[in-house]
């Protein structure tokens, strides 16, 4: 008879047959700066993760730097909002700032910046708006002037995540003709209009004050069309594939990995955080290792890097296995 338990008799075996690992390497670890000073502030629908302004956030990144995490990626929480969100270009809003202060004092911590005008607009969408709904075009013009600014500040990584068509050709090719030709982007590329964002629209102060993001965002229900955002993207020059959210697409990871020769991301967003960390504090599911079985089944996937708040946990985790 065919036995497969045979090799899963002891750890050793087990060990040996292990198809899939996580390593700290797959981690990017979001960051939520606020503009303002003494800033430390946990947010409610995330336990662990906090806002924080700069004069705080050494705290954070001290950990993060010890536990040997490569990346953070940045959000900024701007004192100033608009109609268009202007402060995405100032060189000298919360993000350009957050970029030169930790390229200056950690210089080992690669820097990704995530692209976008949700948090900086009166009305927190992500883009201009025109009859109610984001302008694409125009939207495209002033992403533009975003990125420039990021780049000009250090960035080591853009990443866009408005999802307006275009995109990625639209940045490509300012940042080639600024002098940027080496920075690379990574494309928000198959993003759905998503509840499991909602903890992070609290976070972020980013939640549409009418309507929602399906003009924009896609339908949890397409696969196929999935391919085709991707496939953009990639002609466009994108240098890593994004899937978002995580858990519920992991379908939509395999399909990226299959089709395509680019590196491939997922994000691990807020709502999956919420979840197991309500459970875990109920008492009701091993909240490390539902966790840890997360992780590894977006890795298993496909997903080269994982973006998650699980980041520093995760990490420890690896680290006293
Ligand atoms: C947009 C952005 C969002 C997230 C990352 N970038 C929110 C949205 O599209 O509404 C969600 C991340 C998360 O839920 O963890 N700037």
Avoid at 61 to 82: C, M, Q, R, S, Y
Avoid at 179 to 190: A, D, F, K
Avoid at 237 to 260: H, Q, T, W
């Amino acid at each position: 008879m065919f036995r497969t338990r045979r090799l899963r008799k002891t750890d050793g075996i087990r060990r040996l047959v292990r198809e899939n690992q996580l390593s700290v390497n797959d981690f990017i670890y979001p960051l939520f700066i606020e503009e303002g000073e003494g800033i430390e502030k946990e947010i409610v629908s995330m336990p662990g993760i906090k806002r924080w302004s700069l004069d705080t956030v050494s705290k954070e990144l001290d950990e993060v730097v010890a536990l040997n995490i490569p990346a953070v990626i940045l959000f900024g929480i701007p004192t100033e909002k608009d109609e268009v969100g202007t402060e995405t270009w100032n060189d000298n809003g919360i993000m350009q700032q957050a970029v030169r202060y930790i390229k200056k004092n950690y210089p080992s911590l690669y820097v990704i910046t995530d692209v976008c005008f949700c948090e900086y607009t009166s009305h927190g969408h992500c883009g201009v708006l025109c009859d109610n709904d984001v302008d694409n075009d125009a939207t495209l013009v002033n992403l533009a002037k975003q990125v420039i600014s990021h780049a000009k500040a250090g960035v080591d990584m853009v990443a866009p995540s408005g999802m307006m068509d275009g995109t990625i050709a639209m940045i490509r090719e300012s940042l080639d003709q600024a002098g940027y030709p080496n920075l690379p982007i990574m494309g928000y590329s198959v993003k759905y209009a998503s509840a499991f964002y909602g903890p992070f629209r609290d976070a972020a102060d980013s939640a549409p004050s009418f309507g929602d993001r399906r003009t924009y965002q896609m339908d949890p229900a397409n696969r196929d069309e999935g391919l085709r955002e991707a496939t953009f993207d990639d002609e466009e020059g994108a240098d890593i594939l994004m899937v978002k959210p995580a858990l519920s697409y992991l379908d939509i990871i395999r399909d990226l990995k299959e089709n395509f020769d680019r590196p491939i991301a997922c994000y691990n967003v807020s709502g999956e955080y919420a979840m197991v960390k309500a459970a875990a504090e109920k008492g009701w599911i091993d909240g490390e290792r539902v966790m840890m079985e997360s992780l590894l089944s977006m890795k298993r996937a496909g997903a080269d890097i994982i973006i998650t708040y699980f980041a520093k946990e995760a990490a420890r985790a690896l680290l006293n296995k």
